[in-house]
């Protein structure tokens, strides 16, 4: 049985053939595909694009999706071995997601880290501990990677520049006013790699350098992809020549659970903000952010409106890059090469 939780456990043959398929339901959307399926749609964390996406997604293949938020219209859940439930969880997961999948034919979850102790979040506890007693395929919709994202993400370069290998990439850590998870830059990091690009991260300095998983992750795809990866602190070396730039903000880790003390260093790199400026320096790159992304804070308007901007079509293909992915776990189309 295959699980979505990283697209580290897939293999590059297989992720390009959930984008070709997507490629096709983006032509033609309506198809049975999950006819008569049942996906469980678990947010421990709000969402706009994630949810809206996965049950539009199912509605359009002929399928149905339950929403369920633990703590509001569902029970709260203990995740630990050997826990003693006597605080406010009613529910374990090792009944939720046993029983779950007797209902459904798919289980997708979104859990955020807790921000308390990055040791314990890098475990990714919520997910796995589902992965692990689940007897369905589980999708991750996002913990401290985003893998959804990453395939909306290459579907969108891949339509606008077509063979992504040797394109050079750019990951520019952006400011924001409060600290985010690393997700999305971890996932950028993994897949730009694994895809065949020259990735350069680019960030404030060594304090905003993402886990060593990650990092080691996109140095081990580079060589297997002959791509590269690199980190820059030097803005306009970093943008020159680039050809596509992606946008996101993450909090430093060794500052993880102590925010405020990261807070000055924060405030003073207000600078890397995406302007017309730094975009001028690139060869007429390409502009991404996986959305929300605060206006003149993270991106000016100019180059978030521009016409090498790519948020809306990148927003656009979560739909299309789902529904392949779910049609492949239930095998109403199923990519070779996964994990196992």
């Not at 999948?101 to 919520?126: G, M, N």
């Not at 060794?254 to 730094?278: C, L, Q, T, Y």
């Not at 320096?281 to 952010?289: G, I, P, Q, V, Y």
Request: glycine letters at 6%.
């Amino acid at each position: 049985m295959n699980h979505f939780i990283t697209t580290q456990d897939w293999s590059l043959d297989a992720l390009q053939e959930i984008v070709d398929h997507a490629r096709e339901l983006k032509d033609d959307p309506i198809q049975p595909l999950l006819a008569g399926k049942t996906i469980a749609l678990i947010f421990f964390n709000p969402s706009l694009r994630t949810r809206t996406s996965f049950e539009v997604g199912t509605w359009q293949m002929g399928g149905h999706a339950v929403v369920l938020e633990p703590g509001k219209g569902a029970w709260e859940m203990a995740f630990g071995d050997g826990e003693v439930m006597d605080g406010a969880a009613e529910e374990h997961v090792r009944e939720a997601a046993r029983v779950l999948s007797r209902y459904c034919d798919l289980i997708a979850v979104r859990a955020f880290p807790k921000f308390e102790d990055w040791q314990v979040d890098r475990q990714d506890a919520t997910i796995r501990a589902f992965a692990k007693h689940a007897t369905v395929p589980v999708i991750n919709m996002e913990t401290i990677t985003h893998p959804c994202q990453e395939l909306a993400h290459v579907m969108a370069l891949q339509e606008r520049l077509g063979d992504l290998r040797g394109k050079k990439y750019v990951l520019t850590w952006t400011y924001h006013p409060r600290p985010l998870n690393t997700a999305v830059a971890n996932s950028s990091a993994i897949i730009a790699t694994k895809f065949g690009m020259d990735v350069t991260m680019l960030c404030p300095d060594e304090r905003y350098l993402l886990d060593e998983r990650y990092m080691g992750w996109a140095s081990e795809n580079a060589a297997a992809s002959g791509g590269s990866f690199n980190v820059s602190y030097d803005i306009d070396a970093a943008y020159a020549g680039a050809e596509v730039v992606y946008a996101k903000s993450w909090g430093a880790l060794p500052f993880f659970g102590s925010w405020d003390d990261e807070k000055p260093i924060r405030d003073a790199n207000k600078h890397f903000i995406v302007d017309e400026r730094k975009m001028a320096l690139t060869n007429d790159a390409l502009f991404s952010h996986c959305l929300p992304a605060r206006r003149n804070v993270k991106a000016t308007d100019g180059v978030m409106d521009s016409p090498n901007s790519l948020i809306i079509e990148e927003a656009e293909n979560r739909l299309h890059v789902q529904k392949s992915l779910m049609a492949s776990l239930v095998g109403a189309s199923a990519p070779t090469g996964a994990a196992t």
